[in-house]
Each structure stands twice: as C-alpha cells, then as structure tokens.
C-alpha cells in the first residue's frame, strides 16, 4: 500500500492568499481539483479530506502564518494570510 501525497504548508498557503478570506473546505476543495490553466503547477490531491487540511491550518495559525476571521457560519472557520506575511510578499 502506498502512502497518499498531502499538499504542503506552502501549497495551502498559495491558496489562502487567492482571496482575501476563505474557509476550510473551499481550500480543499481548490487542492482537490485542476483548476484550469494550474495542471502545470500543482497535483490534484484527490483523497483529500477537509479535516487534514483543518489541522495544517490550526499549524500555520500557531505560527503566525494565518488568522481565523469572523464568519456567519456557526461551525465553519473562515481564514486569511496575516498581514505581515501579505506586506512580505507583496
């Protein structure tokens, strides 16, 4: 049996900064599929589950990477890059 690729802390990042808040599953949801014109730069992780992706989130939270945002969902966490990481790579 062999082990899935998981997509790295940089790949979700990637597409953190795609918008300016965005929740959990929409990120899986990006990294699961090919968006058009981005087969080139990154696999479809296909298997992916949203929960995988949650904790790298909390991750890259503890390190200052990303913030949680208000959201209207009761249970469903909205993220943004940190605006230090922003003006960094701006």
């Known amino acids: 049996m062999t082990k899935e690729a998981k997509p ?3 790949q979700i990042m990637e597409v953190v900064r795609q ?6 599953y929409v990120v899986r ?3 699961a599929s090919h968006p058009a014109g981005h ?3 990154r696999p479809a992780y296909k298997n992916l589950g949203t929960p995988f992706i949650r904790r790298r989130l909390f991750a890259l939270e503890r390190a200052g990477r990303v913030e ?4 209207s969902y009761a249970v469903q966490i909205c993220w943004k890059a ?3 990481l922003a003006s960094q790579e701006a």
């Open 39 to 41: 087969e080139a730069r």
């Open 19 to 24: 918008r300016p808040r965005i929740m959990t």
């Open 82 to 84: 940190t605006p230090a």
């Open 8 to 10: 790295t802390n940089e």
């Open 68 to 71: 949680r945002v208000s959201s």
């Open 29 to 31: 949801n990006i990294l």
